[in-house]
């Protein structure tokens, strides 16, 4: 696992949440995940569209470490690996239901109306 | 101002909300300017600690061109210019509290609990 060689200046809880499910990667693969609930490594990178597979297996890595999603190995041939969020990782809907809500407010008045709604996930905005 | 060339991938409000307050320095700035109201740039650079001026222009340029900070420049010699949130940076608070309680809560198990109470803004865990 790389470790940063200067321990990170995080001050304060809310930099520790953001470093956990914050950026587009991290928030778009718990939002997949919480709708499709169970997806494969391959299901899961053609969820996400536009993502190589450094940035995906990063974003990963980082996700699982932080107990955000659970990756579970079936020894099977061909093996069988599957994602999905854990316990840690659903109570983190709400929050990003509540960004969802708020920016569909500014992002409905300055953006194209026909993405108000998102496509992929199960969020509306009101 | 800077223009990417590829159309950004906004496939959501999430996204939008996330690219407009989200990642370690937007929020801090956010966090600092709703504990102290108007700071000048060479004050909010104190407080953010460990920021270089590249950095922290970068935020924000980009705070100000979302209308989540407004910057008011005084005619007087020498200029005097002040950051403050506006009325939709305000609106940011609740959530990044939001935020700051969920992450209080594992922050408290993995890390160390001095920290648990931010040193900087007036978050509080419950």
């Known amino acids: 696992m790389y470790k940063p060689k200067l321990e990170k200046d995080k001050r304060c809880p809310l930099e520790y949440g953001m470093e956990l499910f914050g950026g587009k990667w991290k928030s778009?693969?718990?939002?997949?995940?919480?709708?499709?609930?169970?997806?494969?490594?391959?299901?899961?990178?053609?969820?996400?569209?536009?993502?190589?597979?450094?940035?995906?297996?990063?974003?990963?890595?980082?996700?699982?470490?932080?107990?955000?999603?659970?990756?579970?190995?079936?020894?099977?041939?061909?093996?069988?690996?599957?994602?999905?969020?854990?316990?840690?990782?659903?109570?983190?809907?709400?929050?990003?239901?509540?960004?969802?809500?708020?920016a569909g407010l500014y992002y409905q008045e300055e953006s194209d109306k026909a993405l108000k709604q998102c496509q992929k996930c199960n969020f509306r905005i009101p």
Do not use: F
Request: charge should be positive; hydrophobic fraction near 40%.
């Open 28 to 102: 778009r693969i718990i939002c997949v995940l919480n709708e499709k609930k169970i997806l494969r490594y391959s299901e899961l990178r053609t969820e996400m569209v536009n993502v190589t597979d450094a940035v995906l297996a990063t974003a990963l890595k980082e996700l699982i470490h932080n107990q955000i999603i659970q990756r579970v190995q079936y020894d099977e041939i061909p093996p069988r690996v599957e994602y999905s969020l854990t316990q840690k990782g659903q109570s983190v809907i709400p929050i990003l239901q509540g960004i969802c809500n708020w």
